[in-house]
């Protein structure tokens, strides 16, 4: 039994090692230029290995951006049950996404949108989300931050479709991720801000 359990946790730390070392290939390099044979070699294991557990490189793709996804959704909610306020969620998000997307390069967006699995599981995300950003919202209301005089599902999909333009128009490809992701974040979260809200969102995100 214990022999058992031990293969099988280290099968998962070699999953786990192989999304890490995937991701970190595809952001780096974009997904086109990034085969299961690199992916193999930074890893020093055998290609038979990897195939074992990911049968192709769009399996592995998707895995990579479902693991990355749940991974920023359980660091923000560790974060939200230590932290001071609704603010120091948002600055906590925006200092992670900022240092994400400043190295990413931009292929790894365009060649993305040939996968029509994972665009469809981005939008599926977006909507399961949608609940928990409007009771989020609300207890920022509550607590001063945030204005009580908007429509936040209208605000949601106005977010979205200017995330869509972003990848429709390409944008990226003339733009910096990072500055990109900084004007949305100035436009529409800093025009939901209290004064009280702008005073803490001014503060955390000087830090």
Do not use: W
């Amino acid at each position: 039994m214990r022999k058992t359990s031990n293969i099988t946790a280290y099968r998962e730390s070699l999953k786990m090692r192989i999304l890490d070392t995937a991701m970190s290939l595809f952001k780096e390099r974009g997904i086109k230029a990034v085969r299961m044979d690199d992916i193999a070699t930074e890893m020093a294991i055998s290609k038979r290995t990897l195939y074992e557990i990911y049968s192709n490189k769009e399996d592995l793709l998707f895995e990579c951006v479902r693991n990355e996804n749940e991974a920023l959704t359980r660091a923000i909610a560790d974060y939200a049950e230590e932290a001071e306020n609704e603010m120091a969620v948002v600055a906590f998000f925006i200092k992670m996404r900022l240092k994400d997307l400043g190295s990413i390069n931009p292929l790894f967006f365009t060649e993305m949108e040939k996968y029509e699995r994972i665009l469809a599981f981005f939008k599926e995300n977006s909507e399961r989300q949608a609940a928990h950003s409007r009771e989020f919202m609300q207890k920022g209301i509550e607590h001063g931050f945030f204005r009580n005089d908007l429509n936040y599902d209208i605000i949601n999909r106005m977010g979205d479709a200017a995330m869509n333009y972003v990848m429709r128009t390409r944008l990226y490809e003339k733009y910096k991720l990072n500055e990109i992701f900084h004007t949305f974040v100035v436009v529409f979260l800093r025009g939901c801000c209290t004064e009280k809200g702008l005073a803490y969102l001014d503060k955390f995100t000087a830090e």
